[in-house]
């Protein structure tokens, strides 16, 4: 089903403010741009029709577990699910991609800081 059913509407909105407010406080250009064009690709897959996002606080973990029971209803409420799920996929991968690289970073901070033998 391409585009939105209107009772999706308050959903939808639920959904882009988190995406928003992950590209805001993204901790580098990549992932800030990465949560950028999932914002595009979600209002793509709904026909773009949503409705302006509001703001959204939370930490990241907090963020992607609000936009997933957004998208479940969205889902539920008959929205195109297999794209829907890839764009989850794409935000969770996102999510873990800058968790590797934020202990990777630590981890050769680490190893800075070490005395050298």
Known sequence: MRGTPPRCADTLGEA???????ADS??????SSHFDRLLIHLDEITGDVGPATSSAD????????????AVNRMIDLGCDALR????LDSVRSGAARVACRGHRLESMDEQAS???R
């Open 26 to 31: 993204a901790t580098d250009i990549d992932q």
């Open 84 to 87: 829907l799920e890839l764009l």
């Open 16 to 22: 882009r403010s988190c995406l928003a407010a992950l």
């Open 114 to 116: 070490r005395p050298r």
């Open 58 to 69: 939370g930490d990241d973990a907090d963020l992607i577990g609000r936009l997933e029971s």
